[in-house]
């Protein structure tokens, strides 16, 4: 279970640093942008 939370984790981190070099500019870097 530790090694799950760790690699979902590290997911979510990946994913908010691929969102920020893909637009810096825009707002919802948080993932909320892309949401909607």
Do not use: D, N, W, Y
Not at 9 to 20: D, E, G, I, K, T
């Amino acid at each position: 279970m530790f090694a799950h939370g760790v690699l979902s984790s590290f997911l979510l981190v990946l994913q908010l640093l691929l969102q920020a070099k893909s637009a810096p500019a825009l707002p919802g870097i948080t993932g909320q942008g892309r949401e909607r």
